[in-house]
């Protein structure tokens, strides 16, 4: 057996991209599965399993188990409440959060790091152990809107965002990373007589863009793939997230061919999104250590 | 002039007249676990269309849920003091929700229920909380060819076959080499399925979940010596590699024995159709008796009225509305089950006297058993499928049933005996 050395640049190149491709195969493979799985009728899909011709689109393929999905469920309405919802708890996240981190980081007030410290026990509180009395309190909350007051927040958009808006981790993030940043910016910017709002929003923000893209498609995900809490506060077909929507295929006799051309429609928005924001991603995870 | 008044009168009567029954009918809503299942959907959007049309009085308005978490958004919805007037439950679950004070017991004339199968309706302290429109039954399947080949006895519900019967059959379904497996349990779902399709096996041991005169104990009943003897039987169904274990492929359960992999299948009749479809001379067959009897599992999903319906006395008319042989019908031609009475049986393309299914009707009526009447079942049903899939993989079946034991009696314990006395 021939032993790598180091001059042997080209074996060695040929070796780190042989593991990198098994590794990517690891990840690729379902996705590949779960797509050309889609465009097959149920027999030919099962019998495919057990070989090649699982990740290959060959044998009666077509675009069958799509109709027949958006027959079964309303596709088309769960993917745009998961995308309404997501998108505002993100950005609503990233506001609130921030804020939250800069003025931990760089605003002086007694306690702020006693209460930074609560924020982040939060973190080792899962959220199974809260959702009963959360709904019981979301149950009887009042609110104040167009239609004037109503006494509960069930079956509504504002139920599945709101309570998700600040969270320790998000805030951890920001802490984290504007720590990182030099202080003498800031200074500077109070010698030259900028608000707080105005070093935060035109200093500090344009900095951040690894963060943010971050702490962005971190709780995008987390979001998107909502199932409990929506199952327990909405009731109503029309707030129905894509998770809960998966259920729709899952009667006593499976449909699988439908199952992944359901999962291939609702992955498409993740995948979309994290490839809009991935260098920014990886830039941030490679400055800051922090593991997606 | 006078025509185009009288017609311009006769349109405003008309209009003032549906608008006022219109206007004077009450909204009753209702939940439904089909959510998903547009057949099952269209039927009980007619029966509700119809029921409206048919009165005046009240206006019921259905919200459906995908099966897998309806009752998970129930007890949510019963916490949050949101339920609707008309709930749909699962049999074996409806005395934890009756316990629970989520449901109220019906009001209807209850001759119209006296044909209907056991399995459909849902009794708790003595009184019917809930009516099912069908009821489910599990068979052995296997094919007319697998039986002469083997050179096996065609069972009969008179003359099911013995436990001794059942292993032989297993036994030569394996030495023939023929088959993956002599038989498919479908282990790989490891929800409700596990208590309603293998409890029978129990009770046809003599055994039981919890003992069913007082449900306060599982002592005896569990991990007595009938229980142990099933839980080594069960155990040698893996052991002598008789059948897959609970890493069972889910493709190979939904084709396996369609495919010829499997001698027989333990599979419930909502998959009859699709397997007659794909295998000719399919065979239905009885449960076997093990000595103590034969069963099958009874109880489906049925309907009643939640504790905190404004209008009962609305909820109970849809539900007397709906159980017409007309419906029972409708549904078992749509879903494929066993409606609820023999005379609406007769009306269906499956279950009347000489059809496909007929069988099965027969299975329910003389081997369904309802699961512990008892509200600790939904914790009981999970201890019984947790130590059936631990047995099944290797742990010891004595050991095993008295953790089960110790696990039930302490939930009993906890919850104050769940109203048993």
């Known amino acids: 057996m021939a032993a790598i050395s180091p001059d042997n640049r080209g074996l060695r190149l040929a070796v780190r991209y042989l593991v990198l491709v098994l590794v990517a195969l690891i990840f690729v493979l379902p996705l590949l599965f779960m797509v050309m799985s889609s465009f097959k009728p149920d027999q030919q899909l099962l019998a495919d399993t057990s070989s090649i011709r699982a990740f290959l689109p060959v044998g009666d393929v077509s675009l069958g188990n799509y109709a027949e999905a958006f027959q079964r469920a309303p596709v088309r309405l769960f993917v745009f409440n998961s995308v309404l919802v997501t998108g505002v708890t993100v950005v609503l996240s990233l506001a609130i959060c921030s804020l939250a981190a800069f003025s931990f980081v760089f605003l002086q007030w007694r306690g702020r790091g006693l209460v930074l410290s609560i924020i982040l026990a939060t973190l080792i509180v899962p959220f199974e152990t809260i959702a009963i009395p959360l709904l019981l309190i979301v149950s009887k909350l009042p609110w104040i809107g167009l239609d004037g007051v109503e006494w509960t927040w069930l079956n509504t958009y504002r139920v599945q965002i709101i309570p998700w808006i600040a969270d320790g981790l998000t805030v951890f993030l920001f802490v984290q990373y504007f720590k990182d940043l030099p202080g003498e910016l800031v200074e500077a910017s109070r010698v030259e007589g900028a608000s707080w709002f105005q070093i935060y929003w035109r200093v500090i923000l344009p900095l951040s863009g690894p963060v943010v893209a971050t702490a962005a498609i971190l709780k995008f995900l987390v979001m998107y793939n909502q199932y409990l809490w929506p199952l327990i506060v909405v009731q109503q077909e029309q707030y129905r997230p894509v998770m809960v929507g998966l259920q729709y295929f899952f009667q006593l006799n499976v449909a699988w061919g439908e199952v992944m051309a359901y999962l291939t429609m609702i992955t498409v928005p993740v995948l979309a999104f994290y490839l809009v924001l991935q260098r920014a991603f990886i830039a941030s995870i490679a400055s800051t250590g922090v593991k997606g | ?421």
């Open chain 2, 1 to 421: 002039m006078k025509t185009i008044n009288r017609i311009t009168a006769g349109a405003f009567v008309a209009y003032a007249a549906t608008t006022g029954a219109a206007m004077a009918q009450t909204d009753v809503s209702m939940w439904y676990h089909g959510a998903g299942n547009e057949v099952e959907s269209n039927i009980l959007n007619g029966i509700i269309d119809d029921f409206n049309a048919s009165q005046g009085d009240w206006s019921v308005t259905v919200e459906s849920f995908p099966q897998q978490s309806y009752n998970d958004s129930v007890v949510a919805a019963a916490l949050a003091g949101n339920l609707p007037c008309i709930l749909d439950v699962d049999g074996p679950i409806m005395p934890n929700w009756a316990w629970s004070g989520y449901m109220q017991p019906l009001d209807i004339d209850e001759s119209l229920v006296e044909d209907f199968l056991p399995g459909t309706l849902g009794m708790w302290d003595d009184e019917l909380y809930s009516v099912g429109l069908w009821d489910a039954a599990v068979a052995l399947y296997t094919r007319e060819s697998t039986l002469e080949d083997l050179g096996l006895r065609r069972p009969t519900l008179e003359e099911p076959w013995t436990g001794e019967e059942f292993m032989a059959a297993l036994e030569a379904a394996k030495a023939s080499g023929d088959y993956d497996y002599a038989l498919d349990l479908g282990m790989n779902d490891q929800g409700e399925w596990y208590p309603y399709a293998f409890l029978p096996f129990l009770w046809s041991h003599g055994g039981s979940l919890v003992d069913r005169d007082s449900y306060t104990t599982a002592e005896g009943a569990l991990n007595g010596d009938a229980a142990l003897a099933f839980g080594e039987w069960w155990a040698s169904l893996f052991e002598e590699g008789y059948a897959p274990g609970t890493s069972e492929d889910p493709a190979d359960q939904q084709t396996g024995f369609i495919d010829g992999s499997f001698a027989f299948q333990w599979n419930g009749n909502w998959r009859a159709v699709a397997t007659m479809a794909e295998v000719d001379d399919v065979v239905f067959l009885p449960a076997p008796d093990f000595g103590a009897g034969n069963y099958i599992g009874g109880g489906s999903w049925q309907f009643g009225i939640s504790a905190s319906c404004e209008h009962p006395e609305g909820a109970n008319a849809f539900i007397e509305f709906a159980i017409q042989d007309e419906y029972l019908a409708a549904f078992s031609d749509g879903i494929g089950l066993i409606p609820s009475t023999p005379s609406a049986a007769q009306m269906t393309e499956n279950y009347a006297e000489g059809g496909p299914l007929a069988s099965f009707f027969d299975l329910s009526a003389d081997q369904a058993r309802l699961r512990p009447v008892t509200p600790g079942y939904v914790v009981q049903s999970k201890v019984f499928t947790s130590a059936l899939a631990d047995i099944a993989n290797g742990a010891d079946p004595a050991d095993t049933l008295d953790a089960a034991v110790d696990e039930i009696d302490s939930d009993i314990e906890a919850n104050q005996g769940y109203g048993h006395e």
